[in-house]
């Protein structure tokens, strides 16, 4: 499975983007995809994931009521909007795919994709 993914880009603190996450390969809905995200001189940090069939998603509580992840297997994509973008959201942000959702929640990913910079300025 090859992920990318892209829609990154400069907003202001307040505004919201799409990233999506785009899938090459076979059996896309067999993987649960999770998103996380890189700051610059910090950790990479996990923002949330969500299951093979859509059903179940999960955020950590500092992107919780502004983000959400979705997905459309027959696209082979999944998406997270970002709402009420703050300056501290300012990050490289990746899509991994995991052999289970149990997996994803460790952040023991199978498949990582290139990431995209999302800049919040305030």
């Known amino acids: 499975v090859q992920l990318q993914a892209s829609g990154g880009g400069l907003v202001q603190a307040g505004g919201s983007l799409r990233l999506t996450c785009t899938t090459s390969?076979?059996?896309?809905?067999?993987?649960?995809v999770g998103w996380l995200r890189q700051a610059p001189g910090k950790e990479r940090e996990f923002v949330g994931v969500?299951?093979?069939?859509?059903?179940?998603?999960y955020l950590v509580d500092s992107v919780k009521g502004r983000f959400t992840i979705s997905r459309d297997n027959a696209k082979s994509t999944v998406y997270l909007q970002m709402n009420s973008l703050k300056p501290e959201d300012t990050a490289v942000y990746y899509c991994?795919?995991?052999?289970?959702?149990?997996?994803?929640?460790?952040?023991?990913?199978?498949?990582w994709g290139k990431g995209t910079l999302v800049t919040v300025s305030s």
């Open positions: 991994a795919a995991a052999s289970d959702l149990v997996s994803a929640l460790k952040e023991t990913m199978d498949y």
């Open positions: 390969g076979s059996a896309f809905d067999n993987y649960p």
């Open positions: 969500i299951s093979m069939n859509g059903g179940s998603t």
